[in-house]
Each structure stands twice: as structure tokens, then as C-alpha cells.
């Protein structure tokens, strides 16, 4: 679906947005509760999005399976759903499931994942192609023990061993061969094993899991702090005031340290007075220069980089070559849509991205791309506050991890123009 974006007609000074349930925490919680005995009623704290419907449908559908039936899941555009789902099938016994998905999904790595699995006695088949989906799952009890994992590729891997680690021979010993990527994700895994009565031992670049039962855990509903990143955009860019109504500043989610970064680029995140939700509000303390490593939190560069590019702050970021096997190529399709715009911005090899300051002319309007990336699209939208009637293609997306982010653009006086609709 292709849009055209324009921006509200009048500053926006006071807007409160309630953000979706945070899809990290929710995909976790739904895996640990179908490995719990008898869990906790967590419906209201599970975030309404693609990645938590797939994982759902496929956790109903083997509970409904007849013993030993042979199972066929569609994985969809999930990495989460088919990282988590695969060890969650490997230590089910009896299970019998082939887990597929669209073409770009079974093109991202699994093999890290796989063959930790199989040294702790799983039983994976890739019928199309070894280290990638689709893959052939038969469960049974793991053996566990002591592994040297790969940490470099995605702490999904990590997160998806460690929460099926408890019902393992002799638990489970994890040992990084570098600093994990993304490790407040895999501090999150922990955390919320932790509350369920799971004992975990966690040295710099290793962690054992101590065999275990879960127990029922309440999970409270919190708002992402990810998806928050594309309103502190909104913010930086159009000097709007917003309240993120459902925020919390105690949390598990490593992507809180996104109040951290933006203030760098012009926008006070506060704790509500009430201490319910996170007050944004624009500032004209800008630094001049932006330089981070977002090894820990990569998933907060398209904001970034969009949100610099736009308002004229250079900046390199490191630690990325995780985006390089996301839903696309992010530091590619960062680059490339900020080229559209006059902006020089570059690759860094495969772990970064930088912008001297520098553009060259644009002779058209432009038609963004999302490039079928739900992080793209909304990281995009706030080019309309420079280009309004701004074209963007793959608007779609969005129903990832967002799906009300457009509907909460036009309450705000955003007008979206729906100009084409594509085939998915």
C-alpha cells in the first residue's frame, strides 16, 4: 500500500497516545506461559500485533492437535515467532512440526539456533536448505549442558534457548564468544524467567539456567518503548508536545535508553507528575554531533538516522550488522532513503552508518520506501513535516508492531492519502 503523508495543519501542543503493548515482553510472555503448568491469565498485557497473532495461532493449534499429528505452521514475516517456536518445539515431546514462512524470512540465519539445539539432542531438519527455514521439528526432553554459542548474530537465539533451558537435563550453560547483540533482550529473557521462580547465574559472557518449573506469573501490560522512538521523532522534528500514557521508566525494556539518545537530538523525555505514562516535549539544546554504538539497541536506528538527517545533525552510529538480517537490509534501505532526500549518508561496511552533514541537490519528489520493513515505515512518516504529500510505499507494514500508528496520525490532524494498493 502506497500513502501520501502531510502533516497537521496546526503545531500539536498536547496529545496524549496510547502506544502498543510492548511486543518484546509480549512474545516472551505468551512462550513461557504455554511452558508454564498453569499460567497466569496474561491477555490483557499481550501486545495486539503480527508477531504475537502467529505465535498464538500456533501455539492453539498444537494444543489442539491430536497426540503425534503432524503439524504445518506458517511462520508469516515472524523472526521472533520462528526463533522462539522453534525451541519451543524442540523440547515438546511427541511434537511433529514444520515451521515455514515468506521467502524473505526463510532467508534469514537460523543456523546458529539449530545447532545449539541439536548439541542439546534436538531433532531439526531444513528440507530446502541447511541453517534456514523451512525447518522439520520432531520434539523431545533436551539433554542440555555446557555450549559455545555465536552471541553476534541475534539475542533471539540466545532467549530462545534460555526460555526452554529450564526443562533440560541438568539446565543449561551458555557461553558467548563476544558481547551478545541486543543483550538488554537477553536481560529481559532473564528478568522474566526470574519472576517465575527460574534460578539463573549470569557471569559478562555467560549465563546458566538451573533445571526448574515455572510458576504463574502475572505479567502488568506496558507500553514499547520501541515504538515510542518514532514519537520522539515526531517530536524533534515538528516541536510537538506528546504524553506516551501507558510508558513505564521502571521496565525491563532495554529500548528505554531511546529518552537517552533523543535528548541529543532536541527532545525532554520527563516521567508524568502522576507517574503514569512519559512526557515528550521538544528542546533547543541540539548537539551538534551524534555518535553511538547501538550494539544494545539497534532496533532504534531508523529513528535516529532519520530524525538527524532531517533536522541537519551529522552522525555515526556502530554496532548495527544485526540490521543487515532484518524484515530488509536497514543500513542499505537507510541509506538509500536518505539519499532520496539530499542526504550523503553511507554504509559503514555491514556494522554502521554515517552522514557528514553533506547533500547533493533533489530534482522531484520522491517516493519513500519502506522496503517491506515495519520499522522503515514508520521511521519514514515524519519526512511528510519537510515534504508534505510525501509518497510512501509499504504503509502496510506497520501491522508488525503497530498496528494503530496510522489511525493515530490522522486523530492528530495527520492526512493520509491512500494512493495505491499492492499485492502483499
Request: contains cysteine; charged residues 20%.
Amino acid at each position: 500500500m502506497t500513502i501520501n503523508l502531510f502533516p497537521p495543519e496546526e503545531l500539536i501542543e498536547d496529545a496524549a497516545i496510547a502506544l502498543p503493548l510492548s511486543k518484546s515482553l509480549s512474545t516472551r510472555t505468551l512462550i513461557l506461559d504455554a511452558l508454564t503448568e498453569h499460567p497466569e491469565n496474561n491477555d490483557g498485557s499481550i501486545a495486539a500485533c503480527d508477531d504475537t497473532a502467529v505465535i498464538t495461532a500456533a501455539l492453539e493449534a498444537y494444543a489442539k492437535a491430536k497426540p503425534g499429528e503432524a503439524l504445518t505452521l506458517d511462520m508469516q514475516a515472524s523472526g521472533a515467532a520462528l526463533r522462539f517456536l522453534t525451541a519451543f518445539f524442540a523440547a515438546q515431546e511427541g511434537a511433529d512440526v514444520t515451521l515455514r514462512g515468506i521467502a524473505r524470512l526463510c532467508e534469514r540465519p537460523m543456523g546458529v539456533l539449530i545447532d545449539a539445539l541439536r548439541a542439546c539432542g534436538a531433532d531439526i531438519e531444513c528440507p530446502e536448505g541447511e541453517g534456514h527455514a523451512p525447518l522439520h521439528i520432531r520434539g523431545h526432553r533436551l539433554a542440555g549442558g555446557d555450549l559455545n554459542i555465536d552471541a553476534s548474530v541475534s539475542s533471539q537465539f540466545i532467549s530462545a534457548l534460555l526460555m526452554v533451558a529450564p526443562a533440560m537435563d541438568g539446565g543449561l550453560t551458555l557461553r558467548f564468544d563476544s558481547e551478545p547483540v541486543s543483550l538488554p533482550y537477553i536481560l529481559m529473557t532473564v528478568g522474566l524467567m526470574e519472576r517465575r521462580g527460574i534460578s539463573i547465574d549470569r557471569e559478562p559472557l555467560s549465563v546458566t539456567v538451573h533445571p526448574g518449573l515455572y510458576l504463574p506469573y502475572a505479567q502488568a501490560p506496558e507500553g514499547d518503548w520501541s515504538a515510542a522512538a518514532f514519537w520522539m521523532e515526531i517530536t524533534a522534528v515538528s516541536a510537538g508536545w506528546y504524553t506516551m500514557t501507558n510508558l513505564k521508566a521502571d521496565t525491563l525494556q532495554g529500548d528505554s535508553h531511546a529518552a537517552e539518545f533523543f535528548e541529543r537530538l532536541g527532545v525532554n523525555c520527563t516521567e508524568a507528575e502522576d507517574g503514569q505514562g512519559i512526557e515528550l516535549a521538544p528542546s533547543p539544546e541540539v548537539f551538534g554531533r551524534l555518535d553511538l554504538d547501538l550494539t544494545d539497541y539497534p532496533d532504534l536506528a531508523p529513528a535516529l538516522v532519520v530524525t538527524a538527517s532531517l533536522i541537519g545533525v551529522p552522525f555515526k552510529l556502530t554496532g548495527l550488522h544485526s540490521l543487515v538480517v532484518k524484515e530488509c537490509n536497514r543500513l542499505e534501505a537507510l541509506a538509500e532513503e536518505m539519499q532520496k532526500l539530499g542526504r550523503n549518508v553511507t554504509t559503514i561496511r555491514d556494522f554502521g552508518l554515517e552522514w557528514d552533514g553533506t547533500g547533493h541537490p533533489v530534482t522531484e519528489m520522491p517516493v519513500m520506501d519502506a522496503h517491506g520493513d515495519h520499522r522503515m515505515a514508520m521511521a519514514l512518516a515524519p519526512v511528510c513535516y519537510f515534504a508534505p504529500g510525501i509518497a510512501l510505499s509499504g504503509a502496510e507494514t506497520v501491522s508488525k508492531s503497530y498496528p494503530e500508528y496510522w489511525d493515530q496520525l490522522r486523530e492528530l490532524g495527520f492526512r493520509l492519502e491512500e494512493t495505491k494498493a499492492t499485492e502483499e
